[in-house]
C-alpha cells in the first residue's frame, strides 16, 4: 500500500490556484524531500499533507485512507520555528502527546503514570541527544536544541508520517550537519515516511531517497496566479535513476552524496 | 562632544535626577504657600506642611467618634475591597472570554461586534443605568469597574491569545490534542503572564471609576472622601489621599509585576540566547 497517494489534486484560494494536476505515489519508508522556487507550493502540498488544507479537487490518501483535513497524531510536524511550547521545559514538551492520549479532560497525568509517560520522554530525549537538558526551557535553548525537542515531542506519539517544513533552515551549517545525521538515524529507527520541504537543494539530495521539485510549467504573464504548481522533476536516488538526471541538477547531487 | 541620546546617567546620579523634579515641586509649593499664608493666615487652598500633618493625624491616627473607626482605614478597606472584587471578577471574565475569542473563529464571529459595541459606550453614561438596576449600594460600584474595564481586558487577551503562532496550534493538533486540552494546555499558561501584565495596564482606568462611582454615592471609601471634604476646601485632607491614593496604586502595580516575574519565570528568560 503507498504510504502517499495523490491523484489529479488540485489546491486553489479563490481564484488563485497554487497546485494543480499533482499525481503522487510514495512508498512506506520513503525520505521525499521537495524543493522548487518560493510561490511554488512546496508547503501547501506538505500543508495538504498534514491536513491543514483540503485539495479543492482531487484525491489525497494516506496509507489508503482519505485524508481528513485536520492534523492529527498520525502525522507529526517540525515546522523551521515555533514547533515547541515556550512555557514548557524540554521533558514536558516531549510528554505533552502522552497527557493529552491519558487524560481527555486534564491533559496531565498523576501517579505511575505520569513516571511511566517521563520515563518515555526520558528515553525519546536521549534519543536526540539531549539526555541533559530536560529542565530546560526553549527561550534558554539554541536553535538547533529547540528542533531536537521538537522532534523528540513528535516522534513520541509514533507517528507513521513525519513532516518537516524546513526544518534546517535557521540553524547554523556545523549544527545543520548533526542534524541531519540524526534525522537520517532517527528515519530508519523509527521506519518513518519522512516529507522534507527545503531550500537546500544539496540537502534534498543528500538525505532524500526521493526528490520532488515542484514548479509552475506554464505561465499566464496578464494573470500568474491562474496557473498552478505541479511536480515537474521526480527522481528516485538510486543510481539508475540518478543517470538520467538533468546534468545541472546531476552535478549537484553528485556533489551532495559524496 | 557625546551625542545626547548616549549619555546613560548610572547610580547615584539616576537617583538625583529622579528626585530633582520632586524636589522642585514641593519648593515651589512651599514657596507659594507660605506667600498665600503671608496674606492670609487662614488661606486654605495652599495648606501649611503643618496643618497637612495635623490633618494626617486625624485622619490616620485618631479614630473617628461617630464611626468608632480610622477614617483612613475604613476608607481604605471600602476601596480596596471594592476595587479587588471588581478586579478579580474581570480578570476571571477576561480569561474566560479572552481563550474563546483568541482561540475559535465561531466565537469570535459570535461575540466581537457585540464586545467592540460595548468597548465604545463610555461607561460612566451607563452608570445611571447600573444605579437604577443595582441600586446604589457595592453593587453598581463593582459592575462600574467592570464595565470599564472589561471589555480592553478581553479585546487585549483576545489578541494575544489569537498571536500564539499556528505552528503551536497544529503542532499540538498532531500530538493529538483536542480544543479543549489545547485551550487549557497549550492558550491558558501562555495567556496568563499578559492577563496579569493586562490587569496591570487597566489598574489606572479601575481606579478612576471607583473613585467616580464614589464620589456620586457612597458613605465611605477613599473617593467618597476626598468628595467629601471638597465641600469645606479641606486641601489638608484631599491632598494626603491623593497621595495615598498614589502610593496603593502604585504598590499595586509592583506587586503585580513582581508575581509575573516569579509566577512565570518562562516568560521573563535570564540571558536569553
Keep these: ?258 | 562632544m557625546r551625542r545626547l541620546l548616549n549619555v546613560r546617567p548610572r547610580g547615584g546620579v539616576l537617583v538625583l535626577l529622579g528626585l530633582a523634579p520632586i524636589v522642585v515641586l514641593l519648593l515651589i509649593y512651599l514657596l507659594t504657600s507660605e506667600a498665600r499664608h503671608a496674606l492670609n493666615p487662614n488661606d486654605k487652598i495652599l495648606p501649611t506642611f503643618a496643618a497637612i500633618a495635623r490633618a494626617i493625624d486625624i485622619m490616620a491616627f485618631q479614630v473617628d467618634p461617630q464611626r468608632g473607626e480610622i477614617p483612613l482605614w475604613m476608607d481604605t478597606r471600602a476601596s480596596l475591597s471594592r476595587l479587588g472584587i471588581a478586579l478579580g471578577i474581570s480578570t476571571m471574565v477576561t480569561l474566560a472570554l479572552g481563550l474563546l475569542l483568541g482561540l475559535l473563529p465561531v466565537f469570535r464571529a459570535l461575540t466581537g461586534p457585540i464586545i467592540t459595541a460595548i468597548a465604545m459606550a463610555p461607561p460612566i453614561a451607563l452608570l445611571p443605568i447600573l444605579f437604577i438596576v443595582l441600586g446604589l449600594g457595592e453593587a453598581s460600584k463593582i459592575g462600574l469597574i467592570m464595565i470599564g474595564v472589561i471589555p480592553a481586558m478581553v479585546r487585549d487577551l483576545g489578541a494575544h491569545v489569537r498571536a500564539i503562532p499556528e505552528e503551536q496550534l497544529i503542532k499540538a493538533q498532531t500530538l493529538g490534542a483536542s480544543t479543549w486540552q489545547i485551550m487549557l494546555r497549550v492558550a491558558l499558561p501562555q495567556a496568563l503572564p499578559r492577563l496579569i501584565e493586562i490587569v496591570r495596564l487597566q489598574l489606572g482606568a479601575a481606579w478612576v471609576f471607583l473613585i467616580s462611582a464614589e464620589a456620586i454615592a457612597a458613605d465611605v471609601g477613599l473617593g467618597y472622601r476626598i468628595f467629601l471634604v471638597r465641600r469645606y476646601l479641606s486641601m489638608d485632607i484631599i491632598l494626603p489621599y491623593v497621595v495615598w491614593i498614589a502610593l496603593l496604586a502604585v504598590t499595586l502595580d509592583f506587586l503585580l509585576a513582581a508575581f509575573n516575574r516569579t509566577a512565570f519565570s518562562w516568560a521573563h528568560p535570564k540571558g536569553a540566547r
Excluded at chain 1, 511550547?85 to 493529552?100: D, K, M, Q, T, Y
Excluded at chain 1, 551549517?173 to 529507527?189: N, S
Aim: net charge positive; glycine share 10%.
Design chain 1, 1 to 258: 500500500m503507498d504510504a502517499l497517494s495523490l491523484h489529479q489534486v488540485w489546491v486553489e484560494y479563490g481564484d488563485k490556484i497554487v497546485l494543480e494536476r499533482v499525481n503522487l505515489k510514495v512508498a512506506p519508508g520513503s525520505f521525499v524531500s521537495i524543493i522548487g522556487p518560493s510561490g511554488a507550493g512546496k508547503t501547501t502540498l506538505l500543508r495538504l499533507i498534514l491536513g491543514q488544507e483540503a485539495p479543492t479537487r482531487g484525491k489525497a490518501a494516506l496509507f489508503g485512507e482519505l485524508l481528513r483535513a485536520e492534523p492529527g497524531p498520525d502525522r507529526g510536524v517540525v515546522f523551521q520555528r515555533y514547533s515547541v511550547f515556550p512555557h514548557l521545559n524540554a521533558r514536558e514538551n516531549v510528554v505533552f502527546g502522552l497527557e493529552c492520549a491519558g487524560s481527555a479532560l486534564r491533559g496531565r497525568l498523576w501517579g505511575r503514570k505520569r513516571r511511566d509517560a517521563l520515563d518515555a520522554a526520558d528515553a525519546m530525549l536521549a534519543a536526540v541527544g539531549l539526555k541533559d537538558a530536560r529542565k530546560v526551557f526553549p527561550a534558554q535553548m539554541s536553535g538547533g536544541m529547540q528542533q531536537r525537542v521538537a522532534i523528540a515531542q513528535a516522534l513520541i506519539m509514533k507517528p507513521k508520517v513525519l513532516l518537516l517544513d524546513e526544518p534546517f533552515g535557521a540553524l547554523d551549517p556545523g549544527v545543520r550537519v548533526d542534524m541531519h545525521g540524526l534525522i537520517t538515524q532517527i528515519w530508519g529507527e523509527f521506519g518513518l515516511t519522512i516529507f522534507m520541504v527545503t531550500h537546500d537543494i544539496k540537502e534534498a539530495f543528500a538525505l532524500g531517497t526521493r526528490v520532488l521539485a515542484l514548479d509552475k510549467p506554464r505561465i499566464d504573464e496578464q494573470a500568474p496566479h491562474r496557473y498552478g504548481a505541479t511536480i515537474v522533476y521526480d527522481m528516485s536516488m538510486d543510481k539508475k535513476v540518478r543517470a538520467e538526471l538533468p546534468p545541472e541538477i546531476a552535478a549537484i547531487s553528485g556533489e551532495a552524496a559524496s
